[in-house]
């Protein structure tokens, strides 16, 4: 699978709402998502633009690799991504391999469809509110078209700047907000 996805840092998060739905978007639900990250014992996560999380939210838990991103202007990647019965006994055997948890990263997030996309008006502790359009794709697929429609998605949504190619977890590692 590959994500298509691109973020940007939003200021009112109501206006937003009211911006989506105005272009046809439907509520699909809220979550609260806790990502604990690790890092791996044989390569640095950070240098090879990859990352390794379980993530709890809405009563399940799943574990997610993502490769490096593809492109310069997307953190379009790929991702594999399997659910996961106990997320104490997941994190307990990858730092029994080694790895070692790096941080958690707590959002709120405020889920909408629009058309074939996935719109996300994320809440993140420490950091602020961003809005992610993505769409998954098989492996293999060109992604171009999906990117050049999440670009007008966004711009009909009256964003044109702001885009933020790193992750959350490297925005909190920089301190930035």
Wanted: net charge negative; hydrophobic share 35%.
């Amino acid at each position: 699978m590959i994500e298509v996805e691109v973020k940007a840092k939003i200021h009112d998060r109501d206006e937003m709402v009211d911006r989506i739905l105005s272009v046809g978007g439907v509520h699909v639900s809220d979550e609260e998502q806790h990502d604990l990250y690790f890092n791996a014992p044989h390569r640095d996560f950070a240098r090879t633009d990859e990352a390794l999380r379980i993530r709890r939210s809405g009563g399940r838990t799943f574990i997610t690799y993502k490769g490096p991103k593809i492109d310069e202007e997307s953190k379009t990647r790929k991702e594999l991504e399997t659910e996961v019965a106990d997320p104490g006994t997941a994190a307990e055997i990858l730092e029994s391999l080694g790895f070692r948890m790096v941080r958690e990263v707590v959002k709120e997030r405020r889920i909408y469809s629009v058309g074939e996309f996935t719109v996300s008006i994320d809440t993140v502790m420490g950091l602020g509110t961003y809005l992610e359009i993505e769409r998954d794709l098989p492996d293999g697929s060109d992604y171009a078209g999906a990117l050049r429609e999440i670009f007008e998605l966004y711009r009909k949504l009256g964003i044109e700047d702001g885009f933020e190619r790193r992750s959350y977890l490297e925005l909190l590692e920089l301190g930035e907000e």
